[in-house]
T-cell receptor
Framework: AQSVTQLDSQVPVFEEAPVELRCNYS??????LFWYVQYPNQGLQLLLK??????LVESINGFEAEFNKSQTSFHLRKPSVHISDTAEYFC????????????FGPGTSLSVIP | DAGVTQSPTHLIKTRGQQVTLRCSPKSGHDTVSWYQQALGQGPQFIFQ???????QRGNFPDRFSGHQFPNYSSELNVNALLLGDSALYLC????????????FGPGTRLTVT
């Protein structure tokens, strides 16, 4: 069965410092991988996704994530965070070969400290 | 271009009551999925509607039911509400059954007292 693990429930980081949010998944077949962001009192927004091709994917606001098949990971990174990056971040996975539901991780709360 | 819209924004119900939540998909989308997000947790898939039929279902009891209308909008109904049903209910829309291009609405916050 598919599952998603986000080991860090809360990540405090100072403004302009780098950050890495960890995501590991378990699946016996190929997967699509996603990172969603949820700002306070809002719905989910797709931050970036890996479907195929280059294992390094980037978002328009400076985040990037790298798909590592051997380690079944899809960690999210940003070299320099801003106050506006404070939010809840969810990693998610779905099967690549079937129309299956998206499985979300428990989320990581990123707090950027001025 | 309107995105995914949900109504109402907030709702307070009493245990045992029934509730209906509504969702209008993004323009051009024909598939609607519903998720339950309990406080401090990730969203949990409830079910997906396509061509007015339930196509997939997560691990939720039959108290959770839904409907999709010809204009692709959707309703989520929950009967015999329990305190544990208190959560943010998210609607997501996409084109076709593949869920790798979903757009989420702002959610409906349901509180059961």
């Amino acid at each position: 069965a598919q599952s998603v693990t986000q080991l860090d429930s809360q990540v405090p980081v100072f403004e302009e410092a780098p950050v890495e949010l960890r995501c590991n998944y378990s699946s016996s077949v190929s997967v699509y991988l996603f990172w969603y962001v949820q700002y306070p009192n809002q719905g989910l927004q797709l931050l970036l996704k890996y479907l195929s091709g280059s294992t390094l994917v980037e978002s328009i606001n400076g985040f990037e994530a790298e798909f590592n098949k051997s380690q079944t990971s899809f960690h999210l990174r940003k070299p320099s965070v801003h106050i506006s990056d404070t939010a809840e971040y969810f990693c998610a996975v779905t099967f690549k070969t079937s129309y299956d539901k998206v499985i979300f991780g428990p989320g990581t709360s990123l707090s950027v400290i001025p | 271009d309107a995105g995914v819209t949900q109504s109402p924004t907030h709702l307070i119900k009493t245990r045992g009551q029934q509730v209906t939540l509504r969702c209008s998909p993004k323009s051009g989308h024909d598939t609607v999925s519903w998720y339950q997000q309990a406080l401090g947790q990730g969203p949990q898939f409830i079910f997906q509607y396509y061509e007015e039929e339930e196509r997939q279902r997560g691990n939720f009891p039959d108290r959770f039911s839904g409907h999709q209308f010809p204009n692709y909008s959707s309703e989520l109904n929950v009967n015999a509400l329990l305190l544990g049903d208190s959560a943010l209910y998210l609607c997501a829309s996409s084109w076709g059954l593949a869920q790798h291009e979903q757009y989420f609405g702002p959610g409906t916050r349901l509180t059961v007292t």
